[in-house]
């Protein structure tokens, strides 16, 4: 299976502010995705990072909140811009590993004051 | 719309009680359903990918099962450390858009 690893594994941030999330997975991977998981909630995705090109966003999220960057097929990052405290959640990179199956990090939880 | 219903939203099992947890859907077309677990602070972990009606998957304590609207995570004689929250995802779109339910989570108690 992929190893996932994300930077930080947790934040606090002030209002206003913006955060860069990393996604570092130790194989070549062609999907990559971001999802968030707000407390007490279930993951959504937010966005699937293509490598070379612009992210592809799910409904109800636009590149100007979350951009995402993808310079080649180990590494992504996902920043939360002007954040606020209703930003307060876990962010988890995602991958499809060649079997198929959906791999996740250990998420980064960011806490918004 | 995809939907993904889990039930119960919470369950307490005393050690070595088995129990099933539920996860019925609304697709059209799936590709594949997803059961992975979770614990507190950490991402999930996967268990188990089912793709036709009538599959079956097993590892360790847990059993996966499907039918055409709904699969089951079977949990036999339970221990304190099978104690997460389970989440079930459905895979209908393009590959890495799931559906997840909102969990069960499971306590486990000596």
């Known amino acids: 299976s992929a190893v996932i690893s994300q930077k930080p594994s947790r ?23 971001w999802y968030r998981q707000q407390p007490g909630q279930s993951l959504t995705l937010i966005a699937t990072a293509n490598q070379g090109s612009e992210a592809t966003y799910e409904s109800g ?21 002007n954040m606020s405290p209703e930003d307060s959640s876990i962010y988890l990179c995602s991958v499809v590993w060649s079997s198929g199956e959906l791999f996740f990090g250990e998420g980064s939880r960011l806490t918004v004051l | 719309e995809d939907q993904v219903t889990q039930s119960p939203e919470a369950l307490r099992l005393q050690e070595g009680e088995s129990s099933s947890l539920n996860c019925s859907y609304t697709v059209s077309g799936l590709r594949g359903l997803f059961w992975y677990r979770q614990d507190p602070g950490k991402g999930p972990e996967f268990l188990f990918t089912l793709y036709s009606a009538g599959e079956e998957k097993e590892k360790e304590r847990l059993k996966a099962t499907l039918t055409k609207k709904e ?40």
């Open chain 1, 11 to 33: 934040d606090i941030c002030q209002r206003g502010t913006s955060l860069t999330i990393q996604c570092q997975v130790d194989s070549q991977v062609t999907m990559m995705f």
């Open chain 1, 61 to 81: 999220f636009v590149i100007d909140k979350f951009p995402i960057s993808r310079p080649n097929l180990t590494f992504s990052t996902l920043t939360v811009s």
């Open chain 2, 71 to 110: 699969s089951f995570l079977h949990i036999t004689a339970p221990k304190p450390e099978d104690s997460a929250t389970y989440l079930c995802a459905v895979h209908a779109d393009s590959w890495g858009k799931l559906q997840f339910g909102a969990g069960t989570q499971v306590v486990v108690t000596p």
